[in-house]
């Protein structure tokens, strides 16, 4: 059974930076497309990153691409999500999710129903 546990969240200043860790516990880590979504209140959850573990190939949504950076550590089958120069408007919960045994598809932040694991996740506050 795979858990996920996120971390690294909090409330930061317009323009400053965050990093999520999501550690995943399982010996499949190694072949996982691993995503990132977040939900803002009253909003959908929308996918934002994703990695696939096996060669760290990446995604990203047009809304955080050149802001935000996905990277994993292997060995301690942690991926991150590096955030700069937030806004307000990337307040929000944020989730980590895996899909075990699978590539990243060039789509697959609009199908978060293929995520099988969720994180618990954690709160970003950025404000003006």
């Known amino acids: 059974q795979v858990q996920l546990v996120e971390s690294g969240g909090g409330s930061v200043q317009a323009g400053g930076s965050l990093r999520l860790s999501c550690a995943h516990t399982?010996?499949?880590?190694?072949?996982?497309?691993m995503g990132w979504f977040r939900q803002a209140p009253g909003k959908e959850r929308e996918g934002i990153a994703a990695?696939?573990?096996?060669?760290?190939?990446?995604l990203y949504a047009d809304s955080v691409k050149g802001r935000f950076t996905i990277s994993q550590d292997n060995a301690k089958r942690t991926v991150y999500l590096q955030m700069n120069s937030l806004k307000p408007e990337d307040t929000a919960m944020y989730y980590c999710a895996a899909r075990q045994h699978s590539t990243c598809s060039s789509n697959i932040l609009s199908y978060q129903g293929l995520f099988g694991n969720w994180g618990q996740g954690t709160q970003v506050t950025v404000s003006s």
């Open positions: 990695i696939y573990t096996g060669s760290g190939s990446t």
């Open positions: 399982s010996y499949t880590y190694s072949t996982n497309c």
